[in-house]
């Protein structure tokens, strides 16, 4: 099972799993994961695991800003709208950071094969 880790120098001091109910992080107390951070929005993003369009058997795992003030960063990136992630994706939610770890992530991309004609 796929689990969000929230890192401090590196460090897993908190691990969420993410299963069918969608991980909302955010200051405000109805989140799942409620964070303490001036920087972070009262509900600042979501995370959800949803069926693979081409192989449902598999899931992935699908990161949402939700119109935060501060923004929200995958691997050093600021993201806009929703971004697939991948296993070990750091992301930084105000001065938190988080690790997805997914030990049985299929990278399925990988797998492609482009066609010309």
């Known amino acids: 099972m796929a689990v969000l880790a929230q890192l401090i120098d590196d460090v897993v001091v908190n691990k969420f799993t993410l299963d069918d109910e969608p ?17 972070v929005s009262g509900r600042h993003a979501v995370i959800s695991r949803k069926p693979n369009p081409d192989f449902p058997q598999y899931a992935e ?5 939700l119109g935060s003030t501060n923004g ?7 993201i806009t709208g929703k971004v697939t992630l991948s296993n070990g994706d750091v992301v930084r939610i105000g001065w ?12 399925l991309g990988s797998t492609v094969h482009m066609l010309q004609d």
């Open 23 to 39: 991980l909302t992080i955010g200051r405000h107390p109805d989140n799942r994961v409620q964070i303490d951070d001036g920087a």
């Open 61 to 65: 795992v699908v990161l949402e800003d």
């Open 72 to 78: 929200t960063r995958v691997n050093g990136e600021k």
């Open 96 to 107: 938190n950071d988080f690790k997805l770890m997914d030990p049985k992530e299929r990278n």
